[in-house]
């Protein structure tokens, strides 16, 4: 496929081949000294290229959190840009957990970054925040159809602190997370409608962690959620029926740690990310 194929269409190829797990690459300092590593950039790089060797032929999508590679400064940033282009050329999708959110003619900028085929820090999709309002991300959901990339739009996060923002209502009655849920299925639908296909580019994030009943509506989305949470923050695969209801099939369970702490040996890594993609097999058939 064409890097041009619109990211909801390689997004749903690459789950009916692979299952819908996504693993985050989330190099803490803690974990880096659970490996016997630096905590340096030679001890990032070990860490991230090993699960990259490990991950990138096993799961749908890997998740580079680019802060723990920012925090290195430009050395750090440059085994980011390497982390995405190895796991991309082995199969994986890349999503680059960077939660951007600016005002329009700025998040034009971080498009160019992040959404722009040829930049050296483009993957297939980034995180964004609508918390300048959704219509702030304009520039980026240009560039992504453009480019065959998509977004991931934070509505309901896994953290306890999300819902005193997320869950405000208004004079309507909707909460502000339904309000972000809404306006990527109204912008999945014009892209379905020009491009044809199921599955959006448009996807939303959405805590595994989350009480069901918080009432979020996510049957008219068309596009993937994903669901960090799993493992560390408390969330299981059994919970994800009871969260997510008839959204499970769109849902991106998503885990970091939970995995990545059974590092460095590569065969440990890729038993411990079979044991998760095959119990999430098992709910979701
Ligand atoms: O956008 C995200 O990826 C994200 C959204 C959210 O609501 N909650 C959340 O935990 N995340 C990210 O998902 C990862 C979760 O890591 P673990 O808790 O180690 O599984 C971290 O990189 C978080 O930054």
């Known amino acids: 496929m064409s890097a041009l194929t619109p990211f909801g269409a390689r997004l749903a190829d690459a ?16 974990l880096l000294r659970a490996w016997g590593l630096t905590e340096d950039v ?26 723990f590679f920012e925090a290195y400064g430009s050395r750090g940033v440059a085994v980011l840009e390497r982390v995405i282009a190895e796991a991309r050329q082995a199969g994986a999708l890349v999503l680059l957990d960077v939660k951007r959110g600016d005002i329009g003619s ?41 480019n065959g990339r998509g977004v991931f739009v934070l509505a309901m996060t896994s953290n306890p602190e999300g819902g005193a ?82 959204a499970l099939p769109r849902v991106l369970p998503t885990t970091s740690r939970d995995v990545l702490r059974h590092g460095p040996e590569v065969p440990a890594l890729r038993d411990a990310v079979r044991r998760v993609r095959d119990s999430i097999a098992e709910i979701t058939g």
Do not use: W
């Open 15 to 30: 789950v009916a081949d692979r299952g819908p797990l996504c693993v985050g690459i989330d190099p803490h300092p803690a």
């Open 42 to 67: 030679a001890g990032l790089e070990r860490f991230a290229m090993t699960a990259v060797t490990a991950l990138a032929g096993e799961v749908a999508v890997l998740k580079p959190q680019s802060a």
């Open 106 to 146: 700025t998040m034009a900028a971080y498009a160019a970054a992040y959404l722009v085929e040829g930049s050296p820090l483009a993957g297939d999709a980034v995180t964004v925040s609508p918390y300048l309002g959704f219509g702030s991300l304009e520039p980026a959901l240009l560039a992504a159809r453009a």
């Open 165 to 246: 923002v997320q869950r405000a209502v208004d004079t309507g009655g909707r909460s502000v997370a339904q309000a972000v849920v809404d306006a990527a299925a109204e912008r999945n639908a014009e892209d379905l409608e020009e491009v044809g296909g199921t599955l959006g580019s448009v996807g939303v994030v959405v805590g595994a962690t989350i009480d069901p009943a918080a009432g979020l509506d996510l049957s008219r989305l068309a596009g993937p959620i994903l669901a960090p949470g799993l493992g560390a923050q408390g969330a299981t695969v059994a919970d994800l029926h009871r969260v997510f209801g008839p």
